[in-house]
């Protein structure tokens, strides 16, 4: 994750990479000529509120400090819904482009009907008397009254940000362009789909302007306050797509930063496994709420083809799949009376039960309980943690399928291991990858526990 920086590097600069997750933030900092690795809780509240833990100590020692960050801030907002509110302002008559989408489906042969939730209600999608050829012409000006209209009626709803996308405007943007200055100028900031992704396909285009903008104010906040924390920090945020950003364009265009912490952990994963001569790899992170999967052969796969959630995003981000099994994947049983694993997760709060603030069982408390962690020297042995609440939640689950409590464990490792294999599977062998001539590159918080089964397959 640090390998890019293209900044000369000072006998006194330190350099620190910071990806906070759900469960653990981590930093590798590099400082007079030796690399230090610092893990602590996550603070899932404000997630700054870690950094500034975890940094504290480095930012008395020198004024050259250079921080990229890798976060899932993006993701987490999408996902939990905790954006917005915002507009969304189209050309007349295309107010439904959202709710209308494509005829794709996640179940294809269910009777049911896919419940999809949209970022925004249709009272908030405003249409503008504008028209934009295909070819590019303007066939009807947006008058400044019109824009001036619309910005009045934002006030009266009390939105945060806007997304702007006008049929055909990757032709010609200039009534976009229009109405982002007006506005700009008024306060609000604005999501233009053709400066974000300036392709046909309107359906495509709009969600990835409307996702961008929900995701403005909270980005937009986090990294202010990132920033009145770390003064005089040279502070740069992991893109999706391997390279990293300002705070001020990751304010702008806060869409580039979703799974920029899985993106900085096959980064680094690529260099590493280079420069010690492998280049067929599938990298295989695991951390506290999910695993990231990614396959490199020969060099780091991309896609334009990715969603986030329910929503398709086509921006170039590395090839990464995620599910939802990690060392907080909370066990349970089904309807059925069969023992599942995922994909909730405990987090950071109140965390696996062994932490000490739930009794829910995890994946951590099946390690725990099986032997494959240490009480007394878990992260480190700076992290208190209790075995019994361990053996106490997998009990009562084992209890409810006739089981003991090291069979249950080792049934919910047994099911994680399986459900991250899977994974591995949808890049590799579903696409026509014999994947064994390629290595396993594992790491994240849980990945060394959980690696050698999965590389048996």
């Given at each position: 994750m640090l390998h ?19 469960t653990?933030?981590d ?13 602590i809780?996550?603070?899932p509240?404000d ?13 008395k ?8 960050h ?11 819904r905790?954006?917005g509110?915002?507009v969304?302002?189209?050309?007349r ?8 989408g494509?005829q794709?489906?996640?179940?294809l042969?269910s ?11 249709r009272?908030?999608?405003i249409?503008?008397?504008e028209?934009?050829?295909?070819s ?21 709803i009390k939105?945060?940000?806007?997304a ?61 306050n ?57 990298t ?21 083809e ?19 099994a990690g060392?907080?994947?909370i ?6 009376g ?5 994909p ?14 739930g009794?829910?069982?995890t994946v951590?408390?099946?390690?725990l ?10 992260l480190g ?31 919910i490792?047994?099911?994680?291991n ?14 026509g990858?014999d ?17 050698a ?5």
């Amino acid at each position: 994750m640090l390998h890019k920086h293209n900044l000369p590097l000072m006998r006194t600069q330190i350099r620190i990479g910071i990806d906070t997750g759900g469960t653990f933030t981590d930093f590798l900092i590099y400082s007079d000529g030796k690399i230090h690795i610092k893990k602590i809780p996550s603070t899932p509240k404000d997630p700054s509120d870690a950094i500034l833990k975890g940094v504290s100590g480095y930012l008395k020692k020198t004024d050259s400090i250079h921080i990229i960050h890798g976060t899932t801030v993006a993701t987490n907002s999408l996902l939990e819904r905790t954006g917005g509110p915002i507009v969304l302002l189209t050309t007349r008559g295309f107010e439904d482009v959202l709710f209308i989408g494509r005829q794709t489906r996640n179940s294809l042969y269910s009777l049911k009907g896919e419940k999809r939730t949209p970022l925004l209600p249709r009272s908030r999608c405003i249409g503008l008397n504008e028209r934009t050829s295909s070819s590019g012409e303007i066939l009807v000006n947006i008058s400044e009254e019109e824009i001036r209209k619309a910005v009045k009626k934002l006030k009266t709803i009390k939105a945060k940000a806007v997304a702007v996308s006008f049929i055909n405007s990757y032709a010609n943007a200039e009534n976009e362009k229009k109405v982002h200055r007006v506005f700009e100028k008024a306060g609000y900031p604005v999501s233009r789909s053709s400066d974000i992704l300036p392709e046909y396909r309107e359906y495509e285009r709009t969600v990835v302007a409307t996702v961008n903008a929900y995701l403005m104010p909270v980005i937009s906040q986090y990294l202010s306050n990132l920033g009145k924390k770390l003064k005089n920090v040279y502070l740069r945020i992991m893109q999706s797509n391997e390279g990293h950003i300002s705070t001020e364009t990751a304010k702008k265009e806060p869409i580039r930063t979703a799974l920029s912490g899985p993106a900085g952990g096959v980064v680094a994963a690529y260099y590493v496994g280079k420069t010690a001569g492998y280049n067929k790899m599938v990298t295989f992170d695991m951390g506290g709420t999910s695993s990231d999967v990614s396959l490199i052969d020969g060099k780091i796969q991309r896609t334009n083809e990715n969603k986030i959630g329910e929503f398709p995003v086509r921006l170039p981000i590395i090839d990464i799949n995620t599910v939802g099994a990690g060392g907080g994947s909370i066990a349970y049983i089904d309807k059925g009376g069969s023992l599942r694993v995922g994909p909730r997760s405990s987090g950071a709060d109140p965390g696996p039960a062994c932490y000490g603030k739930g009794n829910l069982p995890t994946v951590t408390d099946a390690n725990l309980v099986l032997g494959r962690l240490s009480a007394e020297h878990f992260l480190g042995g700076h992290m208190k943690i209790f075995p019994e609440r361990s053996f106490d939640s997998i009990k009562k689950l084992g209890d409810k399928i006739n089981k003991s409590v090291l069979e249950t464990a080792s049934g919910i490792i047994k099911i994680a291991n399986a459900n991250m294999s899977k994974a591995i599977r949808v890049i590799s062998i579903e696409r026509g990858i014999d994947v064994r001539n390629f290595v396993l590159f594992s790491f994240g918080g849980a990945g060394g526990m959980h690696a050698a089964e999965i590389a048996l397959g």
